[in-house]
C-alpha cells in the first residue's frame, strides 16, 4: 500500500510536469521520471535506428548514473546474444558502455581509450545491426573511465574483453559497426 501512495504521488507529479496534458504518450519521459526518481530499473528496448546510433555521445554527468543500470538489466536480459551495450543502444545518448567481463558485469562511464597494441582485423555484428562488418581492433588497450561512482579510473584490457570495449567505445563516438 505504501508504494502505490508513493507511485500516485510520482504519477501526480509528472500530471502536474506535463501541464496536466495526457503523459500516456510521452512514455520514455515518464520511465525516466520514475527511473532517476525512484530507482527503478527497467529492460530497455534495443535501438535498431542508424541515425540515432551515429551521433556521437554526450559526456555523462552524475545525473545520469540511472543509465548505468538500465545498461547492466539490459545485458543481463539479452545475455544470450550481447556481450556488451553502449547507452545509445537503449535510447540514451549518454557515453556510457557495459561489458561482460565473464565472470562479471561492469560499466565504463566517459570511457577513453589512451593506448593500443596488436592490431589485428576482424569482423564483428551488433545487436542494433543485422549481419557482420569488418573492423580494426587492437589486442591490447588502456581504457580511463569513470566507474559508477565517478571515481576516476585507469584499466589494462586484453583479448576478447578489449575487442568488447572497442566496439562500445566507438559507439559513444558515433560509428556504427
Same mark, same amino acid.
Given at each position: 500500500?505504501?508504494?502505490?501512495?508513493?507511485?500516485?504521488?510520482?504519477?501526480?507529479?509528472?500530471?502536474?510536469?506535463? *501541464?496536466?496534458?495526457?503523459?500516456?504518450?510521452? $512514455?520514455?519521459?515518464?520511465? *525516466?521520471?520514475?527511473? $532517476?526518481?525512484?530507482?527503478?530499473?527497467? @529492460?530497455?528496448?534495443?535501438?535498431?535506428?542508424?541515425?540515432?546510433?551515429?551521433?556521437?555521445?554526450?559526456?555523462?554527468?552524475?545525473?545520469?548514473?540511472?543509465?548505468?543500470?538500465?545498461?547492466?538489466?539490459?545485458? $543481463?536480459?539479452?545475455?544470450?546474444?550481447?556481450?556488451?551495450?553502449?547507452?545509445?543502444?537503449?535510447?540514451?545518448?549518454?557515453?556510457? @558502455?557495459?561489458?561482460?567481463?565473464?565472470?562479471?558485469?561492469?560499466?565504463?562511464?566517459?570511457?577513453?581509450?589512451?593506448?593500443?597494441?596488436?592490431?589485428?582485423?576482424?569482423?564483428?555484428?551488433?545487436?542494433?545491426? @543485422?549481419?557482420?562488418?569488418?573492423?580494426?581492433?587492437? *589486442?591490447?588497450?588502456?581504457?580511463?573511465?569513470?566507474?559508477?561512482?565517478?571515481?576516476?579510473?585507469?584499466?589494462?584490457?586484453?583479448?576478447?574483453?578489449?575487442? @568488447?570495449?572497442?566496439?562500445?567505445?566507438?559507439?559513444? $563516438?558515433?560509428?556504427?559497426?
Amino acid at each position: 500500500m505504501l508504494l502505490l501512495s508513493v507511485m500516485e504521488k510520482l504519477l501526480l507529479e509528472v500530471v502536474r510536469k506535463f *501541464n496536466g496534458t495526457a503523459f500516456f504518450c510521452r $512514455k520514455f519521459e515518464v520511465l *525516466n521520471i520514475f527511473n $532517476k526518481r525512484w530507482g527503478i530499473f527497467l @529492460i530497455k528496448d534495443i535501438v535498431k535506428d542508424v541515425m540515432f546510433l551515429s551521433q556521437k555521445a554526450e559526456m555523462a554527468t552524475e545525473d545520469d548514473k540511472f543509465i548505468a543500470r538500465d545498461l547492466l538489466d539490459t545485458l $543481463k536480459a539479452n545475455k544470450d546474444r550481447c556481450v556488451g551495450l553502449a547507452a545509445n543502444m537503449i535510447g540514451y545518448n549518454k557515453a556510457i @558502455i557495459c561489458v561482460s567481463g565473464g565472470l562479471f558485469d561492469f560499466v565504463m562511464i566517459n570511457p577513453v581509450i589512451t593506448g593500443r597494441s596488436g592490431k589485428y582485423e576482424t569482423e564483428e555484428g551488433c545487436l542494433s545491426l @543485422i549481419g557482420e562488418r569488418k573492423c580494426v581492433r587492437y *589486442n591490447e588497450i588502456e581504457v580511463d573511465y569513470l566507474d559508477v561512482n565517478f571515481e576516476r579510473k585507469h584499466g589494462k584490457y586484453s583479448g576478447f574483453v578489449a575487442e @568488447i570495449i572497442q566496439h562500445e567505445v566507438d559507439h559513444t $563516438k558515433g560509428v556504427v559497426i
